[in-house]
Nanobody, 124 residues
Framework: QVQLVESGGGLVQAGGSLRLSCAAS????????MGWFRQAPGKEREFVSA????????YYADSVKGRFTIPSDNAKNTMYLQMNSLKHEDTAVYYC?????????????????WGPGTQVTVSS
């Protein structure tokens, strides 16, 4: 079992930055691919970013490429989502997720464990 808890959400002006954190417990962090998803009001949950089990490969949705990065700290069992140049359309609940299968499963929208989510609101 893996427990995930997100933090760092909040209200920010367009053009600003936020860093989300995802703390994992229960299993060795480095044994899972990790990722972020988001769900805006009235829309389906969508993939945002993922990092491979080894940390060597990262993946981004086209909508966030060049603005978001996904650093991680295996020693702290924590993953981050650094969000820069935020836009109003980035407003959503952001979810941390893990996959035993790998990062490609996450890019396909499949995860084994999910966090409860954290709200990010970008004012225009």
């Amino acid at each position: 079992q893996v427990q995930l808890v997100e933090s760092g959400g909040g209200l920010v002006q367009a053009g600003g930055s936020l860093r989300l954190s995802c703390a994992a417990s229960g299993r060795t962090f480095s044994g899972y691919a990790m990722g972020w998803f988001r769900q805006a009001p009235g829309k389906e949950r969508e993939f945002v970013s993922a990092i491979s089990r080894s940390g060597s490969f990262t993946y981004y949705a086209d909508s966030v490429k060049g603005r978001f990065t996904i650093p991680s700290d295996n020693a702290k069992n924590t993953m981050y989502l650094q969000m820069n140049s935020l836009k109003h359309e980035d407003t959503a609940v952001y979810y941390c997720a893990t996959s035993v299968v790998g990062a490609t499963a996450l890019t396909g929208g499949r995860a084994d464990y999910w966090g409860p989510g954290t709200q990010v609101t970008v004012s225009s």
